[in-house]
C-alpha cells in the first residue's frame, strides 16, 4: 500500500472512530438504556470537564505548580461562597474580590 492510500485509510479510520459512538445514541435512542451506574456517574461529567479546564489555570504560575497563589485562594473563596449560599453570583463576587484584594496587596 502506498503512502496516499494509508494515509486516507487513516482518515476513515478516525473519521468511524469518532463518529460511531456519537451516532449510536442517535440511531439507538431509547431502544438501548444505560446502566443505572453508568447514569449516575455521567451526572458528575460536566462538573469535572469544569474542573479540568479551570484548575490547570488556578495552580500553575509562570510555568510550574505553585500552591500559595492569589488565584488559588480566590478559587477556595468561590468554593467556600457557593458551599455556604445558594445565591449562584456570590461565587464570582467573592472570587474577584479575594483575587483583586490579594493582588492589590501582594503588588
Do not use: C, E
Amino acid at each position: 500500500m502506498n503512502y496516499d492510500a494509508s494515509l486516507w485509510l487513516i482518515f476513515i479510520l478516525i473519521g468511524l472512530a469518532t463518529t460511531l459512538p456519537r451516532a449510536s445514541f442517535i440511531v439507538l435512542g431509547n431502544r438501548v438504556a444505560l446502566p443505572s451506574v453508568l447514569q449516575r456517574a455521567l451526572r458528575y461529567a460536566p462538573a469535572a470537564a469544569l474542573a479540568a479546564i479551570v484548575m490547570p489555570d488556578v495552580l500553575v504560575v509562570a510555568g510550574s505548580v505553585d500552591l500559595l497563589n492569589p488565584k488559588l485562594v480566590a478559587a477556595g473563596a468561590a468554593v467556600a461562597a457557593a458551599a455556604l449560599w445558594r445565591n449562584p453570583w456570590l461565587p464570582f463576587i467573592a472570587g474577584m474580590a479575594v483575587l483583586h484584594g490579594l493582588r492589590l496587596l501582594g503588588g
